[in-house]
């Protein structure tokens, strides 16, 4: 099998001989991917519709992993029970709704090892209820795939907050600051662009609140800009 850019750095950040639950597993790439290495000894594919988790039951059988497996249908970490997993995937949702994951079963999410989290969009949301919440980043990276630039972070529960120096480490994480990659330009400037169509819509427009939104988004870029 072979994964796309995405799934696959996703994937390694599995540590080796780790239980996963692949939450939202959709058809299952992830798991079935690293069982087939023998990464990892088992794992639990989940996900809230009944259709993906069928897909995932395919690919399951299609790969002879019954033995090695178990599928749930809920939602998110609902359906585990603390310590049935080391580590949990969590990959394709919305920032906020990672969040509301997390937090709707705290005892399982605090109990891993590692979270490995793929927001797709409120990616400042996650890690604003992260730091703030008492879990550690401990590593971001970003990958590029169909011309779209993902971010994919590990954490972990340590019981202390680890609130940033500054707001705009929540929209560009620190490890990613602190690790650039050849994305990190591009990814940085994009943000710059979308602040500067901002400024732009407020062109002619002059009472206190446009003044007060255009100094936030005029601090916003050249706080982006040094980061260059």
């Known amino acids: 099998m072979k994964l ?56 399951v ?3 002879g992993l019954e033995a090695k497996t ?16 080391d580590e949990i995937i969590i990959a394709g949702m919305g920032g906020a709704l990672i969040a509301d994951i997390l937090e709707a079963k705290e005892e399982v999410a605090q109990s891993a090892e590692k979270l490995i989290l793929q927001p797709m969009q409120a990616q400042e949301e996650l890690r604003k209820y992260l730091l703030n919440n008492g879990y550690e980043i401990m590593e971001e990276v970003l990958e590029n795939e ?34 650039k990659n050849e994305l990190f330009t591009e990814f940085v400037e994009k943000k710059i662009r979308t602040n500067k169509a901002i400024l732009e819509k407020f062109e002619g427009i002059d009472n206190e609140n446009i003044r007060k939104r255009r100094e936030e988004v005029e601090s916003k870029i050249e ?6």
């Open 4 to 59: 796309t850019d995405r799934l696959y750095k996703i994937a390694s950040f599995v540590s080796e001989g780790k239980r996963v639950a692949d939450i939202g597993t959709d058809h299952g790439y992830i798991p079935v991917y690293l069982l087939n290495k023998g990464t990892i000894p088992f794992a639990i594919l989940a996900d809230i519709n009944k259709g993906p988790l069928e897909n995932a039951r395919k690919e």
């Open 61 to 63: 059988r299609h790969n």
């Open 70 to 85: 178990e599928l749930r249908l809920g939602s998110g970490i609902e359906v585990l029970e603390k310590g049935e997993v």
């Open 146 to 179: 169909d011309f779209r630039i993902y971010e994919i972070m590990t954490a972990r529960y340590t019981g202390k907050n680890n609130t940033p120096s500054d707001e705009i480490y929540y929209e560009v994480g620190e490890k990613l600051l602190n690790n």
């Open 223 to 228: 706080k982006l800009e040094k980061m260059l």
